[in-house]
């Protein structure tokens, strides 16, 4: 354990020279304990010859100069325009589509809540095991929520249009 300690003393003591470049001194006492320090006017202290070592500092951070600042409000005169009535039949085929999923997904929630019978749903000759017949119904369960946000999102994504 001493032999790690003396040598991590030793790399310790190492390392701050090469940057302070200070002298180390290598002073052993009456019991044989090692150590290193920066000056010697203990009794027992050698002067440690260590090759120079050149510092190299870090080159300086290159600021990157800050992007213009674009108001939200307005838009460059570069950016590409459409004019108002193209405009108007983008906006307009959108609400089409999106009242064409609307429909859709409306039917497929009546036909899963059909099937799903409010929990009551009927078993199938391929449903032998218990296990199968609940993992239907719990799918079921599922589909319905999951059509009835798609619906709820719809109809949000649609009363957002102008």
Known sequence: ????????????????????????YLCIDANGKKEYKN???????????????NVVPAPAAVKKAAAPKVSSAST????????DATQRSRDSDRKQILIDELKT?????????????????????????????????NNLKNDVARSEKNIEALKREISNLK
Do not use: I, W
Request: aromatic share 8%; glycine share 8%; with cysteine.
């Open 1 to 24: 354990m001493k032999h790690y300690l003396t040598v991590f003393g030793l790399f310790a003591v190492v390392a701050v020279p090469a940057f302070a470049q200070g002298d180390v």
């Open 39 to 53: 000056t010697g006017s203990v009794k027992g202290c050698k002067l440690v010859e260590l090759p120079h070592m």
């Open 76 to 83: 460059p005169s570069s950016f590409p325009k459409v004019d």
């Open 105 to 137: 997904e409306e039917q497929k929630l009546a036909a899963l809540k059909k099937e799903y019978n409010g929990g009551d749903v009927e078993r199938r000759a391929d449903e032998r095991q218990p296990a199968q017949y609940v993992e239907r119904v």
